[in-house]
């Protein structure tokens, strides 16, 4: 643990301020850019050994634990260093780790996501291998000899451009979310953690949609086809055909073709980011609490808050990426059949311009042709990009959130 010396008998913890940065013992430093210093009891002080571990959320607010040491041990005080999550810097750094963490997640997944789509809307090439845990190998396989390992990755070029800001709106969104709702861990319940992830993948999805119906039309093409000119062909579809009502609020804008399928993917987008941050938040704290063998070693809580509420401990990599399965298996479940609905809603200008309908008749037409079954069709290949994709996606922003000084 560094320690952060002072010097002179009459220095005193009043010497950290905002907006300086301070070396440590280890010659290390400690920067206080967006932070306040609160401290009771200021009293003279050789040393002070923060525990950059100790954060927790109250009141809008992160914050580090630290004893301050002097000669009479009896004068041990504690200190917090707080961190304002309203700041534009922590709002900042979250957003960067949330970012990182979503490209690296899809982009090691990107030969699954890819046939799960043409899965999803029936591509007549692909349409025979769906069903079977071996057709996904054999689609790919497909791909491969068509395509070659680009073939694999074919629309992952608009999943890195539209994951970025997805995946860095989202945890920042929830991590705001999170601190309006749940400001101490007294205030956590399971009711609460779903409502802020269900809020921050709304609020993702809302600004991202557009990028997310260009990847799904890129990757539904069989043929390589330029990003620009499937941008361009998409907006000179005719608007009418393409705006539901809930658009009917850009008459003139041909931007609504970009928003095909959007109702349902709000929809869908409640169950699936609501069990995705719930769940994990669940197995994290259930591993803490029940499973010692989980947590990383040689951590050490620091003091309890004024609320009471101790730090939360970093679980082991593994465990990290269990709970972060767990979570992207059950949030895929819940959501799925939705799911289905909106890729044959986006994929259907391609289909057939002039064909266009809702999202109840879309639904509608899944049942008829295919039953119940035809909602989970791509299921087996959804578990499999799911669990990998949100495991990596959760243990990456955590380990950002380390590093980056935000945990």
């Not at 699954?112 to 591509?123: A, G, P």
């Not at 769940?279 to 947590?295: A, G, I, K, Y």
């Amino acid at each position: 643990m560094a320690t952060l010396s002072s010097t002179g008998s009459s220095s005193t913890l009043s010497r950290l301020q905002p907006n300086t940065v301070h070396t440590t013992s280890s010659n290390s430093t400690i920067a206080l850019s967006t932070v306040a210093v609160a401290v009771g009891g200021l009293g003279s002080a050789e040393s002070i050994e923060p525990n950059p571990k100790a954060w927790s959320k109250k009141s809008g607010q992160a914050t580090i634990t630290a004893v301050e040491s002097s000669n009479d041990a009896s004068r041990d005080k504690k200190i917090t260093v707080v961190r304002n999550t309203k700041s534009l810097d922590y709002i900042a750094r979250t957003m960067f780790a949330g970012g990182i963490a979503g490209i690296t997640a899809k982009t090691a997944v990107a030969p699954l996501d890819r046939v799960k789509i043409l899965f999803q809307s029936s591509n007549p090439h692909f349409e025979k291998y769906a069903g079977t845990w071996t057709g996904v190998f054999k689609a790919a396989s497909d791909i491969h000899k068509t395509g070659g390992v680009q073939g694999l990755f074919q629309g992952n070029s608009a999943t890195v451009l539209r994951i970025f800001p997805y995946a860095a709106i989202k945890f920042m969104a929830y991590e705001q979310y999170r601190s309006l709702l749940m400001p101490t861990r007294r205030d956590e319940t399971a009711g609460k953690k779903f409502v802020a992830g269900s809020m921050a993948g709304v609020t993702s999805v809302f600004f991202t949609y557009p990028l997310d119906l260009i990847r799904v039309r890129l990757a539904y093409e069989t043929k390589a086809t330029p990003y620009m000119s499937l941008v361009n062909k998409i907006y000179n579809e005719p608007a009418g055909l393409h705006r539901p009502a809930h658009m009917s609020w850009l008459p003139a804008l041909k931007i609504s073709n970009f928003y095909r399928g959007f109702l349902c993917s709000v929809v869908g987008m409640i169950p699936y980011a609501g069990a995705s941050f719930f769940t994990h938040d669940v197995m994290q704290e259930f591993c803490r609490e029940n499973l010692p063998w989980t947590l990383k070693p040689n951590q050490n809580r620091g003091l309890p808050d004024k609320n009471g509420d101790y730090s939360r401990l970093e679980l082991r990599t593994v465990a990290e990426l269990a709970c972060g399965g767990i979570a992207g298996a059950v949030s895929q479940t819940a959501s799925y059949p939705l799911e289905v609905v909106r890729r044959k809603m986006q994929v259907a200008g391609a289909l057939d311009p002039k064909a266009f309908v809702g999202m109840w008749e879309t639904a509608r037409r899944v049942y008829i042709a295919k039953g119940v079954r035809g909602f989970f069709v791509g299921l087996t290949i959804g578990y499999l990009k799911v669990t990998p994709l949100v495991a990596i996606s959760f243990t990456v922003y955590e380990r950002m959130k380390t590093a980056l000084d935000i945990n």
